[in-house]
């Protein structure tokens, strides 16, 4: 199982939209709407920021949202902080009844 | 509050083996997959399998079939992730994780690492 694609970095500045991508097949993104994304700092665990594509865990900020198209989801930091500095992981499920994560974005703050 | 709570720091030789523990309170531990997750220095997350601690069925990344093994305690709610034939580039950060429910991790140990080095 291959890792899920992902652009390496990302950038914007204060206040903007980003979008991050994360490309599969339709053995996993395209196959299942259990695609999951994570913010990870460095030296820290990983955070859950959206689940089966498009839902937020409780206490996790509207300015994050999920979505996907065919092998393709996308995860959506609107009005970036820089707090959002951090690297995004998307993960899914597979036709293995295995998982597979992304290989992940360093987004940043301009 | 849930809590994984991972055993310490391991510094093993290669062709060794090494077993991480990950003791779980705060919610039934029957009721939720554990994951296991590691991450080399510097390297994104890599998923190594899942155990489901009420029936100790379990799946395993293809990368990891044959050399790794996960079980559970249910008596102290602790699951295990052994790794066999230890090489360099199993040095890594290993995470204990649990799932939601819907097929994503919602809490996190706090990772064990394991350096492999002669």
């Known amino acids: 199982q291959s890792a899920l694609t992902q652009p390496a970095s990302v950038s914007g500045s204060p206040g903007q939209s980003i979008t991050i991508s994360c490309t599969g097949t339709?053995?996993?993104?395209?196959?299942?709407?259990?695609v999951s994304w994570y913010q990870q700092y460095p030296g820290k665990a990983p955070k859950l920021m959206i689940y089966?594509?498009?839902n937020r865990p409780s206490g996790v900020s509207n300015r994050f949202s999920g979505s996907k198209s065919g092998d393709t989801a996308s995860l959506t930091i609107s009005g970036l902080q820089a707090e959002d500095e951090a690297d995004y992981y998307c993960?899914?499920?597979?036709?293995?009844?295995?998982?597979?994560f992304g290989t992940g974005t360093k987004v940043t703050v301009l | 509050q849930v809590q994984l709570v991972q055993s310490g720091a391991e510094v093993k030789k290669p062709g060794a083996s090494v077993k991480v523990s990950c003791k779980a309170s705060?919610?039934?531990?029957?009721?939720?997959?554990m994951h296991w997750v590691r991450q080399a220095p510097g390297q994104g997350l890599e998923w190594m399998g899942i155990?489901?601690?009420?029936?100790?069925?379990?799946s395993y990344a293809q990368k990891f079939q044959g050399r790794v093994t996960m079980t559970r305690d249910t008596s102290t709610t602790t699951v295990y992730m052994e790794l066999s034939s230890l090489r360099s580039e199993d040095t890594a950060v290993y995470y204990c994780?649990?799932?939601?429910?819907?097929?994503?991790?919602?809490?996190w140990g706090q990772g064990t690492l394991v350096t492999v080095s002669s």
């Open positions: 994780a649990k799932d939601r429910g819907t097929f994503a991790i919602d809490y």
């Open positions: 705060g919610y039934t531990f029957t009721s939720y997959y």
């Open positions: 155990i489901n601690p009420s029936g100790d069925s379990t």
């Open positions: 339709s053995s996993d993104v395209g196959g299942y709407n259990y």
């Open positions: 089966d594509v498009s």
């Open positions: 993960s899914s499920y597979t036709s293995s009844s295995t998982y597979v």
